[in-house]
């Protein structure tokens, strides 16, 4: 489409002349002071011809003179217009000028934004010209797209965002809240344009949130944890932040970012209230043992007491049964024989009421020593001696390994004779016939190792952790209906720990059982362990 011709009226009235007290250019310097114009000028005939061509244009689009001028300006390049060309070539007509943004594309194929200026002119001879200049804002449309693409995308992050945010005036008037602000506090986003944000805070919070806005208005940011309350009343704890954001120095905005943290809260609650019932149940608890405590204190007076009370005439008995037995001339030979079962029994009683005393002195913490320089040979040998009538009995092998020098500790020499006696017995017991029984002393390191070893029936894994406990017998004792009282290795563990040493078994079913007691060497036993010495070994009584 091309300009139609103007009419002579519009002619007169678009003539150029020379202003009042202005020099006027030549149309030669006119051409030259255009050739200089850094934006790209052309000029366009009636058909939309190009008849002039500035560096500029070139330089912008990439044609020299001689290939553009002839051509139709908008073919050559490939113009985009915002609206179309009949009502850019109508406006021009009837007002003489028009502007705009065209897009164009340059000679190596670059897509250029032109902030173009359209005047209508009047040519030699009276022909109508129009000339274009543009100038390239390419370069700051796109950043402007780059700026509107990264507002839109930081808008869409807020909106997405699971914390609360909010943006208002310096005077706290609301303008933005983002989704999850909306949907905890009950607003529609139209609703909060305007709204005062006090109006969402408790007002037992009011003055808190005030006095950090303050604070930020000043530079100061600061971290706070506060109330909100939502359109129908429900209170959001929150934590988070406010900031100002400045324009140069002067503060344009007040944003705010909180974080929902009412299952914190709760959690917090629910965790002060555990605690509180912990400390309850810790009191009940320490009422109840104190009682408890109370019981076994009651409990070992009244074993301590009822074994002295059996002590005496089970200690008469046994000594009236001795002097019946040697006065032969009156008991007769059946007699005799009940006199032993009595003696037998009474002797067991007594000692189940002397380890009884022992369990309470231990528990009064009244279990005193007697310690002296014993050799531990001599001791395990006394031990093993005393022992062979009842393993030939239960037809069961006693050996014994003992070291060929002394082997001296300071120990109380009844206490462990009284440990070597239960370990010894409870392998007798628990060793079936055709089985073997071994007792080995021998020096280890700064201490003098005493074991007990037996092929017996061995212990459960379940129960190895307890044996050592009061009263508690293992599943091979309740199933073989073995005689004992459950305290025997109880007293054997007090006595070892009181002499400072240590104990230790293992055990497996079916595979015997080996206890093993270390106790400190004296000076004198140090010296001589450490001359060295093969073990002796001996079977049967020494």
């Given amino acids: 489409m091309t300009l139609g011709e103007p009419t002579s009226r519009e002619r007169r009235r678009r003539r150029p002349g020379p202003a009042d007290g202005l020099p006027t250019l030549s149309p030669q310097e006119l051409r030259e002071l255009v050739e200089l114009a850094h934006d790209a000028i052309l000029v366009r005939d009636s058909a939309s011809r190009i008849v002039f061509w500035n560096r500029g244009a070139a330089e912008l689009y990439g044609w020299p003179p001689q290939e553009a001028i002839g051509r139709v300006s908008h073919e050559l390049l490939q113009t985009t217009f915002p609206q179309p060309l009949e009502e850019i070539e109508r406006t021009v007509l009837e007002q003489g000028a028009w502007a705009g943004e065209l897009v164009h594309r340059s000679a190596a194929g670059d897509e ?28 700051a449309r796109r950043v402007e797209l780059a700026l509107r693409a990264s507002e839109q995308a ?30 905890a506090l009950g607003y529609r986003a139209e609703e909060v344009d305007g709204l005062p ?55 344009v905005s007040v944003n705010g970012f909180f974080r929902d ?45 009822i074994s002295h009370e059996f002590r005496t005439p089970l200690t008469s008995v046994a000594g009236f049964v001795e002097l019946l037995r040697d006065d032969g001339a009156v008991v007769s030979s059946e007699h005799r024989g009940y006199l032993a079962v009595i003696d037998r029994n009474a002797r067991r009683l007594l000692r189940l009421v002397n380890d009884l005393l022992l369990i309470a002195q231990i528990d009064a913490h009244r279990f005193e020593l007697e310690v002296r320089d014993v050799d531990l040979r001599e001791a395990v040998a006394e031990a093993v001696e005393g022992a062979q009538l009842a393993a030939d009995a239960a037809g069961v092998a006693l050996d014994v390994e003992l070291p060929p020098r002394p082997l001296t500790a300071v120990v109380d020499e009844a206490r462990v004779a009284q440990l070597l006696d239960n370990l010894i017995s409870n392998a007798l017991k628990f060793t079936p016939a055709g089985g073997r029984v071994t007792v080995a002393c021998r020096p280890r390191r700064r201490t003098a190792e005493l074991a007990v070893s037996d092929t017996g029936v061995g212990i459960d894994i379940s129960d190895q952790a307890r044996v050592f406990d009061r009263f508690y017998r293992t599943r091979q004792a309740r ?38 007691v270390r106790l400190p060497l004296s000076g004198a036993g140090r010296a001589r362990a450490a001359a060295g010495g093969r073990l002796g070994r001996y079977t049967g009584t020494r």
């Fill in 112 to 139: 250029l934004v032109v902030a173009s200026r359209w005047a209508l002119r009047t040519g030699h001879g009276e022909s109508t010209i129009v000339m274009e200049i543009n100038r390239d804002v390419t370069a």
């Fill in 479 to 516: 199933e073989g209906a073995v005689a004992g009282s459950g305290i025997g290795l109880t007293i054997v563990r007090a006595i070892v720990e009181r002499h400072s040493g240590t104990i230790s078994l293992e055990s497996a079913p079916h595979a015997g059982t080996t206890v093993v």
């Fill in 197 to 251: 944000a006090a109006a969402v805070v408790h007002p037992d919070e009011l003055q808190l949130y005030q006095s950090f806005t303050e604070r930020a208005l000043r530079g100061q940011p600061g971290r706070l944890e506060t109330v909100l309350r939502s359109r129908n009343g429900r209170e959001i704890p929150v934590e988070g932040e406010i900031h100002v954001r400045f324009d140069d120095d002067t503060p």
């Fill in 261 to 305: 943290i009412s299952e914190r809260k709760e959690t917090e609650a629910e965790r002060e209230r555990l605690f509180q019932a912990e400390r309850e149940a810790r009191r009940a608890l320490a009422r109840q043992n104190e009682k408890l405590r109370e019981l076994d204190t009651l409990k070992d007076e009244f074993i301590s007491l």
């Fill in 154 to 183: 930081l808008a869409q992050l807020f909106d997405n965002a699971s914390d609360l945010i909010q943006i208002a005036d310096v005077d706290g008037t609301l303008r933005y809240a983002n989704r999850a602000w909306l949907e």
